[in-house]
T-cell receptor, first 112, second 114 residues
């Protein structure tokens, strides 16, 4: 069974540009979560999808972040326009049962 | 507010020595508890979890953790460290009334010396 995949693995962009991160969950997992780790800080929750619906987006930093989950399958997280403080590692996780979350390798975003 | 504290951002042990990584949480409701590990240049991998039942849980690679409600702790141990255990370890909790989103500690970087 394939695990959670994320693309790209790394992204370096300039301030003001747009970046789109993609997450493909484990097949059949209705729950999809996004997290972010900024250097030196703890991993923080961004949002949670159940199928294609946003269940909880309380962790989204501001309206420069837009997440979607097409047809309840893969998800994208777009940052537009990117700011320096958006740099960090973005993790995606999926879960079949709200109990255990399985993580992807993360996308390392650097905004210059 | 619910939080997770990992004592010691960096821990160093000798190969063969006991590994003890500490985790405490603050909450008035029963949590689910997790330890994840991140090896260099890899993603987060679940080591073990406590949801209900037996408070001593065993995970992969010889790790185990014990949930102590009275101490609000979930410390991770391994009797004998191996070089391959060098990684960053994260303690996390989730709650039923919180959509099961994970709340994380800062992480502990474990170094294993030969």
């Amino acid at each position: 069974e394939a695990g959670v995949t994320q693309f790209p693995s790394h992204s370096v962009i300039e301030k003001g540009q747009t970046v789109t991160l993609r997450c493909d969950p484990i097949s059949g997992h209705d729950n999809l979560y996004w997290y972010r780790r900024v250097m030196g800080k703890e991993i923080k929750f961004l949002l949670h999808f159940v199928k294609e619906s946003k269940q909880d987006e309380s962790g989204m930093p501001n309206n420069r972040f837009l997440a979607e989950r097409t047809g309840g399958t893969y998800s994208t997280l777009k940052v537009q326009p990117a700011e320096l403080e958006d740099s960090g590692v973005y993790f995606c996780a999926s879960s079949p049962d709200w109990e255990t979350q399985y993580f992807g390798p993360g996308t390392r975003l650097l905004v210059l | 507010a619910q939080s997770v504290t990992q004592l010691g951002s960096h821990v160093s042990v000798s190969e063969g020595a006991l590994v003890l990584l500490r985790c405490n949480y603050s909450s008035s409701v029963p949590p689910y508890l997790f330890w994840y590990v991140q090896y260099p240049n890899q993603g987060l991998q679940l080591l073990l979890k406590y949801t209900t039942g037996a408070t001593l849980v065993k995970g992969i690679n010889g790790f185990e953790a014990e949930f102590k409600k009275s101490e609000t702790s979930f410390h991770l141990t391994k009797p004998s460290a191996h070089m391959s255990d060098a990684a960053e370890y994260f303690c996390a909790v989730s709650y039923a009334g919180n959509n099961r989103k994970l709340i994380w500690g800062l992480g502990t970087s474990l170094a294993v010396n030969p």
